[in-house]
């Protein structure tokens, strides 16, 4: 498909495209957290696991 996700990755595959389960938020593997098989996106498991230096971590150079 070569679709790109809002956080700016290419999403290959449509079953790709996913969407967090607690705002409805677009989101993609690389940007959204899997916790007990459902998933995130980066601001909603902040919120869920009350880490809000998650999405620092994520994004420091050499983590992908």
């Known amino acids: 498909m ?3 996700c809002r ?3 290419k999403v290959e595959f449509s079953f790709n495209h996913l969407g967090c389960i ?3 938020g ?3 593997p690389a940007c959204s ?3 007990e098989s459902t ?3 980066a601001p909603c498991a902040e919120t869920l696991l009350e880490v809000p230096w998650a999405r620092l ?5 050499g983590l992908a």
């Open 2 to 4: 070569g679709a790109q």
């Open 7 to 9: 956080c700016g990755t």
């Open 22 to 24: 607690a705002c409805g």
């Open 26 to 28: 677009a989101c993609c």
């Open 33 to 35: 957290y899997e916790l």
């Open 39 to 41: 998933r995130y996106c």
């Open 57 to 61: 971590v994520t994004s420091a150079p």
